[in-house]
């Protein structure tokens, strides 16, 4: 793969972004370590961040986006990434759900004209029920088509931004294996959530979601029948490759972290052999992640094994990074911010499908071409 340095105009976009990232989110960010950020600070943050691009860097102008190619867009949410991983969460959900309301079909413009515009501002949040990442389909979530309208019943668990997203993009299985994809409104159609605390990670929940009996016009449908599978899969692909880029900001927060106790402990002073030998690796592994992931990102739309092997090898790279700059910390990294960054490298590998779950399925996939 032929990758290119960033232009000045990226270097431009870039910098500009990492400026206000410094001056006005990290501050807030750092009060709200180890604790969930409000719904009504997290719209304050999302507004502010929406001015620079994301969620919407990459959807069209004519539907209100920026435009920026995929590259650029993947620069502004690594950046976010190094500064909060509990925002990055809110903002790559909130593209994902703006990637697949700019993709719908002119059949389907009322649900883009009812809830892409808020979400491009940062003013409304989105979550996702999916469910099985291979099936695309969430078997404990049940549709039952009734005239014009499907009734939702059932329960999943563990959805990013779901105690506070606004609506959810919901897969749900019916008779004879047929799958629904339904967006879901919490204040039209009435679903519930209820937060699930992670242990030793106290930064933003995940949260359970409830339908009980909850009615949703059948318009209101999207991704039908085998297109629609295709559709849902590739979301999925490009939703591992953003936990990639999430990896790859959480070990330059775990890197700076790093040199800045140096810094703190020894101002000036050249640091012994052993430690820069760390310092050498997480540097390097840090650009082998970069590489990793823009490739991912170019090749996502393709399929193939790139997205599965960025996901998994970033997000166990961002482990050992951060097992690192434990060492170079020492006794000190105890409750400290390295602490937490480990902490959540640690539930990265396992979000979005486990490292061995991607191994199998690129096993899977050379199996295939032998």
């Known amino acids: 793969m032929n990758v290119e340095s960033p232009s000045a105009d990226q270097r431009f976009v870039i910098d500009s972004f990492r400026q206000f990232l410094a001056s006005e989110i990290e501050p807030i960010a750092r009060g709200y370590r180890d604790r969930p950020i409000p719904k009504e600070r997290m719209l304050d943050i999302t507004q502010a961040i929406a001015e620079f691009g994301l969620p919407g860097a990459s959807v069209a102008k004519s539907l ?56 491009l ?67 039209d159609h009435g679903y519930l959530s209820r ?39 590739r979301l999925l692909a490009k939703q591992h490759a953003d936990i990639a880029l999430l990896a790859l900001g959480l070990m330059r927060a775990a890197l700076d972290a790093a040199l800045a106790h140096l810094h703190a402990l020894h101002p000036g002073l050249q640091v012994a052999p052993q430690v820069a030998t760390r310092l050498a690796e997480m540097a390097t592994f840090i650009e082998a992640a970069r590489l990793m992931c823009f490739q991912a990102i170019a090749q996502k739309e393709a399929g193939g094994t790139a997205v599965s092997m960025a996901k998994w090898l970033v997000c166990e790279l961002a482990v050992r990074v951060c097992h690192a700059a434990m060492q170079v910390q020492g006794g000190a990294g105890r409750d400290s911010e390295i602490e937490r960054l480990a902490r959540e490298a640690l539930l990265l590998s396992i979000s979005g499908g486990t490292t061995d779950c991607h191994k199998q399925w690129i096993a899977d996939a050379l199996g295939a071409s032998l």
Request: glycine share 8%.
């Open 195 to 233: 937060k699930l605390e992670r242990v030793a990670v106290n930064g933003q929940p995940a949260a359970q979601i409830s339908f009980s009996a909850v009615r949703v016009l059948s318009v209101d449908r999207i991704w039908i029948g085998e297109a629609g599978l295709h559709s849902a899969r």
């Open 64 to 119: 209100g986006g920026l435009g920026l190619s995929p590259s650029t867009e993947a620069m502004l949410f690594e950046e976010l990434s190094v500064v909060s991983l509990d925002i990055a969460w809110c903002v790559i959900t909130n593209r994902a759900a703006a990637t697949v309301l700019a993709e719908l079909p002119a059949t389907q413009a009322h649900l883009r004209d009812r809830y892409l515009a808020d979400l």
């Open 121 to 187: 501002a940062g003013r409304a949040c989105a979550g996702f029920c999916l469910g099985d990442a291979d099936a695309a389909l969430n078997p404990s979530i049940h549709a039952v088509p009734d005239g014009d309208s499907v009734v939702l019943s059932g329960e999943a668990g563990w959805v990013a931004n779901g105690h506070f997203a606004d609506f959810l993009i919901v897969a749900a299985s019916a008779e004879q294996g047929a799958r629904w994809h339904l967006i879901v409104d919490r204040k």
